[in-house]
């Protein structure tokens, strides 16, 4: 099967659907990342350019970790547009991978650029199908199942239709969060005035936070402030009563980190070859313990 995560920045897959990733890849599927935006503006003292080039090198080192093809488009960051050239080059780009599943943002989301990859995706799903838009490239026969990551925005509230325990590749995340360095290390601490100590092995327990062991409470993580443990526990935290519901209660309460989708009304609905595919990719976690 084929697997394509979209996001708007280089971490935005890599912090939302890493875990996913990693596990359907072991399983023998293909996945690929775009980043719709080149990264430029994530820094404070390195100009644009110096910003795109670093950011590409880091998306380089994660896409080598995974073992996945990475492609990253040469729009600034906070310009993205969901214009018709980019649905048009969105479509084309979609048809020629023709994947299975497709995971991205939902358009409720605090930054332009999420919102407009959001769109991207939605006002592209149907024309997939549709042979004379974009006559160039030839329309898909069939529609790809679309997911929206986990994200906390209320207005509408995310719906947790699929939740993929990821203990087992949690240190992979890890890694890639920490291959990220200029945005880790640098320019996330920068915009929240943190500190970050000297040394590779220090600042590596830094950026993980918080331990978090069998006998840390949900209410301890979801109080937690800081950490990328508690980030990616904080899904599990959240989504305990979905989890008990989908892993039953021996493991469900016993997850630590998860992942959570919602199901696209825009796409084919999730059964079938990719529905089994996320089954697997679920149970795969069951065998941790
Ligand atoms: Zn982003």
Redesign the pocket.
Known sequence: MRVLMI???Q??NEFRCGGLANKLIKLGHEVRFLSCCNGCGGHHIMNAEETVKRRAGESAAVAALLGIRYDVWDNDDCSLVADLETRRKLIRYIREFAPDLVISHRQNDY?A??RAVGLLVQDASYMLTVPHECPDVPAMRIMPVIMYYEDRFMNPPFRPDVLIGVDDVIDIKLQIAHLNVSQVYEWLPYTYEEEVPEGEAERFEWLKGMEITKDTTDEEIMTATRGYSVRFAKVAARFRKELIKRYGVEYGSKIRYAEAYEVSEYGAPLTGAVKEMLDDAAAFFGKVY
Do not use: E
């Open positions: 996001g708007a920045h971490d935005d930054h650029d999420h």
